[in-house]
């Protein structure tokens, strides 16, 4: 039995260690990749929920690795942040995201920002600096920010909020309906903007109470001159229950995949020239 104790001792730091230089190979990796300035970005459009032309676009982080693996952004996101990248990476989305909008017509270009970057200092300052840089409209821009930073800090992202918009920069709250933000934090913080999360979406299909909270508090937003974004739709039905319900902009797989810029170029302002 001692024996076999000690195997399984043995056994668990193997594989704590192991997963620990996974970690660390694949922070090394991202370092790399950043450094070099190889962070790639997709593009999803949104479409206008009454005339379903195109009306905007998010960015969408990409990594592959040099050695051609494909990480998911639910992976690397976090480990940027785990590992102090988070600014270098997000800058790099925001830098590579202007350069490619500013050759489409004047669509909205939603970029995500992580919480922990509203942590620095100069965040505010970088984003105007890199608007100035491209020669961006600010009101073409919108920040996606998830909830997480209006409960672990309220002031500071009250602070952030308030220095995007003094630069005439828009605001928007992701992932709605996914943890505990209600229309009143929208109104509280001074969001442009809701985006009403994917999970939310997909109860649609079997639960009709879902739809009557998501169809109330779509109405509440409305009536605060709150604008509706709905991400994820995958179905005409979804689609359809989410017009009728007053959302402004759709967005999701059955309109549009995250795509290159030269793609995006090509589907959405160049196809009909060639
Ligand atoms: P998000 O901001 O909520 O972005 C929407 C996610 O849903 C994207 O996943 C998108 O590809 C996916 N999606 C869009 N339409 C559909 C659909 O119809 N069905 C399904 N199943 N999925 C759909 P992605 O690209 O894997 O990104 C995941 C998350 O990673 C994002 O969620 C965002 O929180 C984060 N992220 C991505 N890029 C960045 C970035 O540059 N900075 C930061 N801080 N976070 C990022
Ligand atoms: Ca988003
Ligand atoms: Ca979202
Ligand atoms: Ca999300």
Same mark, same amino acid.
């Given at each position: 039995?001692?024996?076999?104790?000690?195997?399984?001792?043995?056994?668990?730091?193997?594989?704590?260690?192991?997963?620990?230089?996974?970690?660390?190979?694949?922070?090394? #990796?991202? =370092?790399?990749?950043?450094?070099?300035?190889?962070?790639?970005?997709?593009?999803? @459009? !949104?479409? %206008?929920?009454? +005339? /379903?032309?195109?009306?905007?676009?998010?960015?969408?982080?990409?990594?592959?690795?040099?050695?051609?693996?494909?990480?998911?952004?639910?992976?690397?996101?976090?480990?940027?942040?785990?590992?102090?990248?988070?600014?270098?990476?997000?800058?790099?989305?925001?830098?590579?995201?202007?350069?490619?909008?500013?050759?489409?017509?004047?669509?909205?270009?939603?970029?995500?920002?992580?919480?922990?970057?509203?942590?620095?200092?100069?965040?505010?300052?970088?984003?105007?600096?890199?608007?100035?840089?491209?020669?961006?409209?600010?009101?073409?821009?919108?920040?996606?920010?998830?909830?997480?930073?209006?409960?672990?800090?309220?002031? #500071?992202? =009250?602070?952030?909020?308030?220095?995007?918009?003094?630069?005439?920069?828009?605001? @928007? !709250?992701? %992932?709605?309906? +996914? /943890?505990?933000?209600?229309?009143?934090?929208?109104?509280?913080?001074?969001?442009?903007?809701?985006?009403?999360?994917?999970?939310?979406?997909?109860?649609?299909?079997?639960?009709?109470?879902?739809?009557?909270?998501?169809?109330?508090?779509?109405?509440?937003?409305?009536?605060?001159?709150?604008?509706?974004?709905?991400?994820?739709?995958?179905?005409?039905?979804?689609?359809?229950?989410?017009?009728?319900?007053?959302?402004?902009?759709?967005?999701?797989?059955?309109?549009?995949?995250?795509?290159?810029?030269?793609?995006?170029?090509?589907?959405?302002?160049?196809?009909?020239?060639?």
């Amino acid at each position: 039995a001692k024996d076999l104790g000690r195997g399984q001792t043995v056994d668990f730091e193997d594989s704590f260690d192991d997963d620990t230089n996974r970690q660390a190979a694949l922070e090394a #990796q991202l =370092r790399t990749t950043l450094a070099a300035g190889n962070i790639d970005v997709a593009f999803q @459009a !949104l479409f %206008d929920a009454k +005339s /379903g032309s195109i009306c905007g676009v998010e960015a969408l982080a990409r990594w592959i690795t040099e050695g051609g693996d494909r990480i998911a952004p639910d992976v690397f996101i976090p480990l940027a942040e785990r590992s102090g990248l988070i600014d270098q990476l997000g800058l790099q989305v925001l830098k590579k995201s202007l350069q490619a909008a500013t050759s489409w017509p004047a669509i909205g270009l939603a970029v995500n920002v992580s919480p922990l970057q509203l942590k620095n200092p100069r965040f505010v300052k970088q984003v105007t600096d890199a608007l100035e840089t491209a020669d961006f409209d600010p009101r073409r821009l919108s920040i996606e920010l998830t909830e997480g930073v209006l409960i672990s800090d309220p002031e #500071q992202a =009250r602070r952030a909020i308030d220095g995007l918009k003094a630069a005439g920069i828009k605001v @928007a !709250l992701d %992932d709605f309906g +996914s /943890g505990f933000a209600s229309v009143g934090t929208l109104r509280q913080f001074g969001f442009d903007r809701m985006k009403v999360d994917r999970s939310l979406i997909a109860t649609l299909d079997h639960d009709q109470n879902a739809g009557a909270v998501l169809h109330a508090t779509i109405a509440l937003a409305n009536a605060l001159d709150i604008p509706v974004t709905a991400e994820g739709i995958e179905t005409e039905a979804q689609a359809e229950v989410l017009r009728v319900s007053g959302c402004d902009a759709l967005q999701g797989y059955l309109f549009s995949r995250p795509i290159s810029a030269e793609q995006f170029t090509e589907a959405y302002f160049n196809g009909k020239r060639d």
